[in-house]
């Protein structure tokens, strides 16, 4: 069910482009919190962590200032 206020329209559904968006933002993140703690680990995974979730925060949060649910 989708609440509407006068002026904020909700949108359930992410388009294709941002679903694959968010899945990629998603991939990144899994891959550099294990990267960073494997044994061989680039001197930069956690930096590059970090980053990852950085974006994908950063993504969540304008796509709900869009009215999108995630």
């Not at 679903?19 to 061989?40: G, I, N, P, S, T």
């Not at 990852?52 to 995630?70: P, Q, Y």
Request: net charge positive; hydrophobic share 35%; charged share 40%.
């Amino acid at each position: 069910m989708v609440l509407r206020v006068m002026g904020d329209e909700r949108k359930d559904k992410l388009s294709p482009a941002l679903q694959e968006e968010y899945r990629f933002l998603k991939q990144q993140v899994d891959f550099w919190m294990e990267a960073q703690h494997r044994r061989d680990a680039s001197p930069n995974a956690k930096n590059r962590y970090w980053n990852a979730k950085e974006d994908l925060t950063r993504f969540v949060s304008n796509r709900r200032k869009e009215g999108h649910r995630i």
